[in-house]
């Protein structure tokens, strides 16, 4: 048994089937573009399911959903702001962040890398 808690960087994904899972990880964010919370709910799904199989998956899993919990609260917040009109900017910002991030992070994941998105509230380490 290994009592070592000590801090171990992530695992980079290595085999194509790992790097093939991590890719549709981050890319089933984009499924909220056509059914609304399934880019929530898919993301989680497969990360649950494939972390004890893929242990590399699971700092990317942890990625994804650090980046939809922050996302959700910059929503939020944006939505309240548009009472005084800078909101509106806040929602398109985090619109266009909530596609090109998941896009970036699918590109490295598919490259073996684990790419940490800007602005992620660190909810789950």
């Not at 993301?43 to 649950?48: F, R």
């Amino acid at each position: 048994m290994n009592y070592n808690m000590q801090y171990q960087p992530p695992q980079y994904l290595q085999t194509p089937e790992q790097k093939q899972m991590g890719l549709f990880l981050h890319l089933s964010q984009l499924l909220n573009i056509i059914i609304p919370l399934g880019g929530v709910v898919l993301p989680v799904i497969l990360w649950q399911t494939q972390k004890d199989k893929m242990p590399a998956l699971d700092a990317h899993g942890k990625m994804v959903a650090n980046w939809l919990i922050s996302s959700a609260i910059y929503f939020v917040v944006s939505l309240v702001l548009t009472i005084v009109l800078i909101g509106i900017l806040g929602l398109v910002t985090v619109g266009i962040m909530s596609v090109v991030f998941p896009i970036i992070g699918a590109i490295k994941a598919n490259n073996g890398e684990l790419w940490e998105y800007p602005l992620t509230i660190k909810f789950l380490k």
